[in-house]
Each structure stands twice: as C-alpha cells, then as structure tokens.
C-alpha cells in the first residue's frame, strides 16, 4: 500500500538509523512512504524525480556492490522482486476502466 510503513521496515529503520542516531538522509522513491518515515521515525527522507535515476543505478550495478557472493539465480530474484516492487507503486490501477 503506497505510503504505509510495515513492520519489517520499520523495525529495520528503528534498529539501523534511530538506535544508531545516525544523522544521515534516506533516499525514497515514494514520497507518500517518506512523509510517513518522516513522521513517524524522524528520519529525514529525500524525495525527488532523480531518485528514480539513482535507483536504476543501484539495480544495474546491484552485484558488484554486494561484493559478487550471490549466485546468478538469486541475483535474476532479486531483480525481478525489486522491479516489481518499483513498479506497482508508479502502476494505478482503476477497475472502472475497460481495456
């Protein structure tokens, strides 16, 4: 659901950023997910159209900056599970329309 927190993610947030007290910046693609963190965990979240360049970056470049421990298939999964992620968020579906 665009814009709501789940667990996982937040518990990531909290042991990871708040615990640490880091000061850095969160890069989010949906702007509704980072008002949220934002509000919720005090994080500062970065929003922006660039964004989406830097996350294509990431997922081309995904491999080497995991250090290459991860075998072909599991990388061909995570592609796939990250895209797909991506993309059902920029997706609106209307069940009124007819194709």
């Known amino acids: 659901v665009e814009g709501s927190l789940g667990k996982g993610l ?6 990871q950023i708040v615990k640490k007290e880091s000061n850095e ?3 989010v693609a949906d702007k509704g997910l980072g ?20 996350f ?9 900056l995991l250090g290459g421990d ?5 990388m061909k999964a995570m592609r796939l599970g990250l895209s797909h ?3 059902r968020y920029k997706l ?3 069940p ?3 194709d």
């Open 56 to 64: 294509r970056g990431i997922r081309s470049h995904l491999e080497p």
């Open 70 to 74: 991860i075998g072909d298939d599991d």
């Open 96 to 98: 009124d329309k007819v």
């Open 25 to 27: 910046s969160l890069i």
């Open 92 to 94: 609106k579906f209307s």
């Open 35 to 54: 008002g949220t963190i934002k509000d919720k965990l005090s994080i500062e979240c970065v929003v922006g159209s660039k964004m989406g360049e830097l």
């Open 85 to 87: 992620s991506l993309s």
């Open 10 to 15: 937040k518990k990531f947030l909290q042991k």
